[in-house]
């Protein structure tokens, strides 16, 4: 039986459900993530498209840079998704938002480069300066 997890936004209006098991997990340096949610990073978990259900409602897109869609929720602003052209075929899901997002540990740390200096991570994961196997 495949594992199920469940997430979604802070007002709950959108729901999602993704089936294990992840392409990857990983945390986001970058500035985008960064005024994309508000927060130091974003973590990341990325599945092939064909293993998220939307469970209730639907995600608002803004392009964030040429071929990069952001879903998010319209009602409470919450970021969910992240596709982008140079990943065809996934979603990366905001880890943040899954109702057990302890289940997917990051294991790198990407966009390094665009670090805020006082959020430095002390978890011994390795620390790329660009482009990961997330490229958020
Ligand atoms: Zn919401
Ligand atoms: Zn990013």
Redesign the pocket.
């Known amino acids: 039986m495949t594992t199920r997890h469940e997430g979604?936004?802070?007002?709950?209006?959108?729901r999602y459900a993704i089936a294990e098991p992840a392409k990857f997990s990983s945390m986001c340096h970058c500035r985008s993530c960064q005024r994309a949610t508000g927060a130091p990073g974003a973590a990341f978990v990325g599945v092939p498209e064909d293993q998220i259900t939307c469970l209730k409602?639907e995600t608002a897109v803004y392009e964030s840079s040429p071929g990069v869609r952001r879903g998010f929720?319209?009602?409470?602003?919450?970021s969910l998704t992240y596709a982008g052209d140079a990943w065809p075929g996934e979603i990366h899901i905001y880890t943040a938002t899954l109702d057990d997002p302890g289940a997917f540990p990051p294991a790198m740390h990407t966009y390094t480069v665009d670090r805020i200096v006082w959020f430095e991570p002390d978890d011994g994961l390795p620390l790329l300066p660009g482009f990961g196997s997330d490229g958020a």
Do not use: E, K, Q, S
Request: aromatic content about 0%; some cysteine; overall charge positive.
């Open positions: 979604g936004c802070l007002c709950g209006a959108v409602g929720c319209r009602t409470c602003g919450t």
